[in-house]
């Protein structure tokens, strides 16, 4: 009897652990979710793709940027450098990791954020702008150009409030536009194809805003016209230039005269016929 109580004791500590285990091992997030709710449904959904593809860093940013938009910052970041960590070359989960720093208030964070960001890809103009706005907030000013100035080379939109509502927001736009003045005129005088090759991908991506995995690229390019297709069996249009004479030269023929379709003119009229010669009178 002793025994078998011992070992009841034994099961029900373990079961407990077990349970106690389970709790720490869920979300803190998840028992603040809203059954209905269109943003924590979407959560959930995200929840399922992660756990269906956890080596996914491209579903951890997008959930992560889910987790964020629902207030819960510490739930975001785990995902975020989770998706840092399993690829290496992924630039918008430390970018969007910035920008939840920088809403925090941890400027350091941030800081160290966007410039991983920009190691992994140097011609990402919202990680340039956003980490000088933190530069000149620093006071380091000549940091805070440079990185406008690079920004504004790849993207020279970025220079509007309305395109980048952080524009509105520096003092050193002017002095980032000096530096790019002599760079602006020999790009001026280049043609199309010798600018910048990501100059029109990252022109529409929003500066104040989390990016999702399919917002890393602009506008996809539209689909030019397919030619009709002749349908089977049907013959080939005439040619407009006819086949040359079998055993020519190949010099070109002489022009020939088109014959002319316009209606014939109408015969001239007979002239009038003379008067009638006066007839004498007797004498």
Request: charged residues 25%; hydrophobic residues 35%; proline residues 14%.
């Amino acid at each position: 009897m002793k025994n078998r109580a011992a070992l009841a004791v034994v099961l029900l500590v373990l079961v407990c652990g077990a349970s106690g285990k389970d709790k720490e091992k869920e979300p803190f997030y998840r028992s603040y979710l809203i059954p209905g709710d269109p943003l924590d449904e979407k959560i959930k959904a995200q929840e399922k793709r992660v756990e269906a593809d956890p080596g996914s860093a491209e579903l951890r940013n997008d959930f992560g940027n889910l987790l964020a938009a629902r207030g819960f910052a510490a739930d975001a970041r785990k995902q975020y450098k989770q998706a840092m960590t399993l690829d290496k070359k992924n630039f918008l989960a430390p970018y969007n990791l910035g920008l939840l720093e920088e809403t925090q208030g941890n400027a350091s964070e941030a800081i160290s954020a966007y410039e991983v960001s920009i190691k992994r890809k140097p011609g990402f103009p919202p990680s340039r702008f956003h980490l000088g706005r933190l530069y000149e907030r620093k006071g380091w000013n000549d940091k805070a150009i440079e990185q406008y100035a690079r920004a504004l080379r790849i993207d020279p939109s970025m220079r509007s409030p309305r395109r980048n509502p952080l524009a509105a927001d520096t003092q050193l736009l002017d002095l980032a536009s000096l530096v790019n003045y002599e760079r602006d005129l020999a790009k001026a005088s280049l043609s199309a194809e010798e600018r910048y090759i990501d100059q029109d991908r990252f022109t529409q991506v929003p500066v104040d805003r989390p990016l999702f995995e399919n917002q890393s690229e602009g506008p996809p390019a539209e689909p030019a016209p397919a030619a009709s297709a002749a349908p089977a069996g049907a013959p080939a249009p005439p040619s407009s230039v006819a086949p040359p004479p079998a055993g020519s030269t190949g010099a070109a023929p002489a022009p020939t005269r088109r014959p002319s379709f316009s209606r014939p003119a109408p015969p001239a009229a007979p002239p009038p016929a003379p008067p009638p010669a006066p007839t004498p009178t007797p004498g």
